[in-house]
Each structure stands twice: as structure tokens, then as C-alpha cells.
């Protein structure tokens, strides 16, 4: 119940809505791109997961070899810092008060999905 909760208060004060878009643009953009469409994937991934963060984590896929290691580290230049950083910055902006601190605390949880994506999965926590 509390992880409803929690959720319904991110999507509506926690930004979940406006980085689910931000992600959701950047899929559309890769998905247009054709050659990016992997990355397109890992966006969409990131949006769900940006909409949804609480009681559920981010875990490698079995399969993933070695080409999701060189896409990430494509993907770190690109845009993987940049999105790290946001997130980071707006964990410490919300951790300022004691009501943010969980929110705060799901964009920290956020920094490695927006960070190195590619071959992994999005997964419901025990």
C-alpha cells in the first residue's frame, strides 16, 4: 500500500510524469534515427521505469554481451551523463526537506538506469 502511495505522490510532486515525457521524446527521436533504435528501447525502458521507481529495481539481463557494453559507453557520451546529472541534482534539490527525502531518494535510484541502460531490466523488488 505504502508503494502506491508513494508512486501516486511521485507522478504528481515528484517529476514523474515530466521525466516519463522528457524520455519518451528522446525514445521518439531514436526510434525516428532508425540506426538508434536500441537506444530508442532504452529510453522506454527508463520512461516506465521513471513513471513507476517505487518497489521496483533495475537488475542486468542474462543475455546482455558484450555490444550492450560498447552501446552504453555510447550511450554515457551521448547522453548518459547529462541525464545522470539532472537526476542527481534534483535528488539533492528534493532531499532538502524532510517530506522529499523519498523522492529525492528515487532519483538517486534513477542515476544508474539514466547512467549505463542497455542490458538491463526493470523488475519488481522482493
Same mark, same amino acid.
Given at each position: 500500500? +505504502?508503494?502506491?502511495?508513494?508512486?501516486?505522490? %511521485?507522478?504528481?510532486?515528484?517529476?514523474? +510524469?515530466?521525466?516519463?515525457?522528457?524520455?519518451?521524446?528522446?525514445?521518439?527521436?531514436?526510434?525516428?534515427?532508425?540506426?538508434?533504435?536500441?537506444?530508442?528501447?532504452?529510453?522506454?525502458?527508463?520512461?516506465?521505469?521513471?513513471?513507476?521507481?517505487?518497489?521496483?529495481?533495475?537488475?542486468?539481463?542474462?543475455?546482455?554481451?558484450? !555490444?550492450?557494453? $560498447?552501446?552504453?559507453?555510447?550511450?554515457?557520451?551521448?547522453?548518459? %551523463?547529462?541525464?545522470?546529472?539532472?537526476?542527481?541534482?534534483?535528488?539533492?534539490?528534493?532531499?532538502?526537506?524532510?517530506? @522529499?527525502?523519498?523522492?529525492?531518494?528515487?532519483?538517486?535510484?534513477?542515476?544508474?538506469? !539514466? $547512467?549505463?541502460?542497455? @542490458?538491463?531490466?526493470?523488475?519488481? !523488488?522482493?
Amino acid at each position: 500500500m +505504502i508503494r502506491l502511495v508513494l508512486n501516486v505522490l %511521485w507522478l504528481i510532486f515528484g517529476g514523474g +510524469i515530466v521525466l516519463a515525457v522528457g524520455y519518451g521524446v528522446a525514445a521518439l527521436i531514436c526510434f525516428a534515427l532508425i540506426v538508434t533504435i536500441p537506444f530508442g528501447v532504452a529510453s522506454l525502458r527508463l520512461a516506465v521505469y521513471s513513471l513507476w521507481p517505487f518497489g521496483r529495481t533495475l537488475v542486468p539481463k542474462p543475455g546482455a554481451g558484450i !555490444a550492450s557494453g $560498447f552501446a552504453n559507453i555510447l550511450w554515457v557520451v551521448l547522453a548518459g %551523463w547529462w541525464l545522470a546529472l539532472s537526476h542527481i541534482v534534483a535528488g539533492i534539490t528534493l532531499c532538502v526537506t524532510i517530506i @522529499g527525502i523519498p523522492f529525492g531518494i528515487a532519483n538517486f535510484k534513477l542515476v544508474p538506469a !539514466a $547512467f549505463w541502460p542497455l @542490458g538491463r531490466e526493470v523488475v519488481d !523488488a522482493p
